[in-house]
């Protein structure tokens, strides 16, 4: 199998600009949240900014290789790379080999680094929904075609479960139904799995006492504020310091040691505080656009002969960051009960940010050459 580089036509400027703008902000910010914290713990104000951006120098790596790859080489990885990260998502489940942080089991550890395989399952499947669906586009009008789907979400789903990362399966949840609709199912037939994932999302929360306590919470965080409450409140009260304009970088008071989890899933309400709504709003703003302009590039693509395996992909890749960027912006509004999910490009995290720009350069190789039209639609990401 060949894994020859193409020659390339420049991504699509919009799209790397947003990129760079999110990773340079996305720095800035975490040192600006973590600088105290990391003094206190490891001695060193730097400790987690040079880490980040040991990260991003690899993801930027891979963001490269994922620009210049021939895609249709890399496509016929798509099933492997499915079982591979099934595999991992498995093994990460094991006593002793998966580590535990916060009641959680879903990091490796890799000496004085470790990553989550569930970000590998979300590149993987998207690829494997993209390719598949492609090749039996023509048989998802019947509903038996959607059983290796059912099969297939049913196993991610229980490995995300088994590691209480109801975030993460919610999230491919989202994608793997838009992917569906996109590629051409019918409406109707995406009744069914939201019939049936009501109910089993009550069930889990209900089956879990800590999952019971976030619900509640979310509803009313005032009625355990030392306790279940307490991280939301911090949140809420870092949000409201921040006002119009903010009280200035690095003048965050939530991030001396009130506001848990500053620099990573939390690092929005930093955000706002320290830039007020001014800054916030033009952080969703960039998202915003960059969410717009992938699922652009998307409906131009798929205007190409033999287009819509790149269109399904280029659309699930935007699609994973847009519904994560949601997601955490909703937890730490208090829109959405806290999930456990960073935001794409800006808090601290490793495998995220690997993985995260991976998907990016894949984006920009889609993008290559692409000429742009005025608005996506699902009618244009079909064959």
């Not at 199998?1 to 600009?17: A, I, V, W, Y």
């Not at 040079?50 to 080489?73: F, P, S």
């Not at 390719?131 to 959607?146: A, H, T, Y």
């Not at 935001?343 to 991976?358: A, E, H, R």
Request: aromatic residues 12%; proline residues 5%.
């Amino acid at each position: 199998m060949s894994f020859k580089t193409q020659k390339l036509e420049s991504p699509d400027f919009l799209l790397f600009f947003l990129t760079v703008v999110l990773v340079i902000s996305g720095l800035i910010m975490i040192y600006s949240a973590s600088a105290i914290l990391a003094h206190d713990r490891y001695g060193s104000s730097y400790y987690f900014f040079l880490r980040q951006l040991i990260w991003i120098a690899v993801g930027c790596a891979g963001m490269w290789v994922a620009y210049k790859v021939d895609l249709e080489a890399l496509r016929a990885l798509a099933i492997p790379a499915l079982f591979i990260s099934l595999f991992l998502m498995a093994a990460v489940c094991v006593p002793g080999i998966g580590r535990t942080v916060g009641g959680a089991q879903r990091w490796f550890r890799l000496g004085p680094f470790s990553f989550q395989p569930s970000e590998i399952m979300k590149i993987a499947l998207v690829f494997y929904l993209a390719d598949s669906l492609d090749r039996r586009k023509k048989l998802l009008s019947n509903w038996q075609s959607l059983i290796p789907y059912a099969v297939i979400t049913l196993a991610w789903a229980a490995l995300l479960q088994k590691q209480h990362d109801l975030g993460t399966l919610v999230l491919l949840g989202l994608v793997t139904l838009l992917l569906l609709i996109l590629a051409g199912m019918p409406l109707a037939f995406g009744l069914v799995p939201l019939a049936v994932s009501v109910p089993l999302m009550i069930y889990l929360v209900e089956s879990a006492s800590y999952r019971m306590k976030r619900i509640s919470a979310f509803l009313n965080p005032w009625d355990d504020p030392q306790g279940a409450g307490f991280q939301l409140i911090q949140s809420l009260i870092a949000v409201g310091n921040g006002g119009p304009l903010g009280v200035g970088l690095s003048n965050s008071s939530q991030k001396l040691f009130y506001l848990p989890a500053p620099h990573t899933d939390f690092i929005f309400a930093i955000i706002a505080e320290e830039l007020g709504l001014a800054g916030a709003g033009a952080l969703v703003f960039v998202f915003g656009v960059f969410v717009l302009r992938g699922f652009k590039v998307a409906s131009a693509v798929s205007q190409r002969e033999g287009g819509t395996f790149q269109a399904l992909l280029a659309s699930g890749i935007t699609a994973l960051i847009g519904f994560q960027a949601i997601m955490n912006l909703g937890v730490v509004t208090g829109l959405l009960p806290t999930k456990g999910i960073p935001l794409p490009l800006i808090s601290y995290g490793g495998s995220s940010m690997v993985f995260t720009l991976f998907s990016i350069g894949i984006l920009f190789n889609i993008s290559s050459g692409v000429k742009l039209v005025s608005a996506p639609s699902r009618a244009s990401v079909l064959a």
